[in-house]
């Protein structure tokens, strides 16, 4: 009998590299610069609404 290991923490989305100057994308959820240019594909987060995000969708026990 094997045991296979389970998490509730889903895997991470893909992230776009950082920028290294500008135009930043604006965060979807605040408006706020982010640290993705504006050219990055799907939903980009600022980091202060990515660790909400996060914390949002961690396990709680």
Do not use: N
Request: charged content about 25%; some cysteine; aromatic content about 6%.
């Amino acid at each position: 009998m094997s045991e296979s290991t389970f998490s509730c923490v889903p895997e991470p989305a893909p992230r776009p590299e950082p920028a290294a100057e500008g135009p930043f994308a604006a965060c979807v959820l605040c408006q706020e610069p982010t640290e993705y240019p504006e050219s990055a594909k799907g939903i980009t987060l600022c980091p202060v609404c990515e660790w909400r995000e996060a914390e949002r969708t961690a396990c709680s026990g």
